[in-house]
C-alpha cells in the first residue's frame, strides 16, 4: 500500500507541486503554520534519503567514465551560474531576487534529475554520478560562484555558506551512506517510500516559502516567474547541446540535459534562508524554480523519452538500469 501511495505521489509530482505553489500563493493560511525554519529539516531528510539510495558503485563512474563526469560537472558550475547572472542583469531584478536566483544557478543539480533521466530513458547511471559529484564540490563551488558573482551589489557570508552546505547536505548524505553500508536490507525497504517522503518534504518547503513570502511574490508579478521559467529551459538547451557536441549518444545527452536544467533548488532556498537573511526575497526564486522544474522536467523527459537514436547493441548502461 505505502509502495503504491509512494509511486502514485511521484508520478504525479509536477502536478502536485503546482497545485501546492498556487494554493500557499493564493491561501497563505494554507503554508502559514508551517515555520521557515523547518526547510533546513526538510532538506536534510531529503539529502538523508538521497545517501540510503548512494553506494561507493555510483562514485567508481568517476574513474571508469572520468570524461562523461567531469563534462557534466563543468556544464553544470558553469551554464547555470552564468544564465543566472544575464538574466539576472537584463531583467534588473532587485538584489533580494538576483541573490535568489544565483544561488539556484549556483547549486548542484537534484535527485529529481535522476528521476527524470530514468522517465526520459537516459543514462541513470551516468545522472546519479553526476548529482554525487556535483553535491561533494558544492560547498566550495556554491559559495565561491555566489561570491563571485554578488560581491559588487550583496555582502557574501562565504564560510556561512559552506558550513551551511556541509550541514544540510553532506552530513545527511554521509549518514545515509554508512546506514546503507552497514545495514543494506533494511535500506532497500526505505528506499520503496523514499521518492513519496522526498516529494512530501520538497511541497512543504514549496509552501512554506510561497505563505510566508506571497504578497513579495505577487508584487514581483510576472519578472521573477519570467526568469525562473527561463533559467530553467536555456539550462536545458545548453546541458542538451553540451550533450550532443561531447557524449555523442543520446543515453547520455538525455542524463546531461536534465542534470543541467535541473537544480538543487531546494538547497538554494534553504541558503538563502539563512545567508541572506536581509533579504526578504532571497528564498522565493527557489520556492519558485522547485515547482517549475518538477512540471518542466516531467514535460522534457517525456519528449526525450520519444528519441531514439542509439545504434543497435549500442545499449547504454543507463539504458540497461531503466529497463
Not at 563512474?61 to 563543468?74: E, I, N, W
Not at 533580494?96 to 537516459?122: D, E, W
Not at 558573482?149 to 556541509?166: K, P, Q, T
Not at 542534470?259 to 532571497?282: D, K, P, R
Request: hydrophobic share 55%; net charge positive; proline share 4%.
Amino acid at each position: 500500500m505505502i509502495e503504491k501511495i509512494g509511486d502514485f505521489i511521484g508520478k504525479r509530482m509536477a502536478i502536485l507541486a503546482l497545485v501546492v505553489a498556487a494554493t500557499a500563493l493564493i491561501f497563505p493560511a494554507t503554508g502559514l503554520w508551517i515555520p521557515t525554519k523547518s526547510i533546513n529539516y526538510l532538506l536534510m531528510a531529503i539529502m538523508f534519503g538521497m545517501g540510503l539510495t548512494l553506494s561507493p558503485r555510483d562514485f567508481a563512474l568517476v574513474f571508469k567514465r572520468p570524461k562523461d563526469v567531469l563534462v557534466g560537472c563543468a556544464a553544470q558550475f558553469l551554464v547555470m551560474p552564468t544564465l543566472a547572472f544575464v538574466l539576472c542583469r537584463l531583467f534588473k531584478l532587485d538584489p533580494g531576487l538576483t541573490a535568489g536566483v544565483v544561488l539556484v544557478g549556483a547549486c548542484p543539480g537534484g535527485t529529481a534529475s535522476n528521476v527524470m533521466t530514468y522517465l526520459a530513458k537516459g543514462d541513470v547511471a551516468l545522472s546519479v554520478g553526476m548529482t554525487s559529484v556535483n553535491t561533494l564540490l558544492a560547498p566550495i563551488l556554491t559559495p565561491a560562484i555566489a561570491y563571485l558573482s554578488l560581491r559588487a551589489s550583496i555582502d557574501v557570508d562565504v564560510v556561512g555558506m559552506f558550513l551551511g552546505i556541509v550541514q544540510v547536505v553532506l552530513a545527511p548524505i554521509g549518514l545515509g551512506l554508512v546506514i546503507n553500508r552497514y545495514f543494506e536490507k533494511t535500506t532497500r525497504r526505505l528506499v520503496r517510500v523514499l521518492p513519496a517522503i522526498s516529494s512530501l518534504a520538497i511541497c512543504a518547503i514549496i509552501a512554506t516559502v510561497m505563505a510566508h513570502n506571497a504578497d513579495k511574490i505577487l508584487e514581483s508579478g510576472l519578472a521573477i516567474l519570467a526568469v525562473v521559467v527561463l533559467h530553467n529551459l536555456l539550462g536545458y538547451c545548453c546541458g542538451f547541446g553540451v550533450g550532443k557536441l561531447v557524449c555523442k549518444t543520446p543515453a547520455k545527452t538525455k542524463a546531461l540535459a536534465l542534470e543541467v536544467g535541473m537544480q538543487n533548488s531546494g538547497l538554494a532556498t534553504s541558503l538563502a534562508q539563512t545567508a541572506f537573511s536581509q533579504l526578504a526575497t532571497a528564498t522565493v526564486p527557489g520556492a519558485i524554480f522547485s515547482a517549475w522544474h518538477n512540471i518542466s522536467g516531467a514535460l522534457f523527459a517525456g519528449i526525450l523519452r520519444r528519441w531514439k537514436e542509439a545504434e543497435p547493441g549500442d545499449e547504454s548502461e543507463g539504458e540497461k538500469l531503466a529497463v
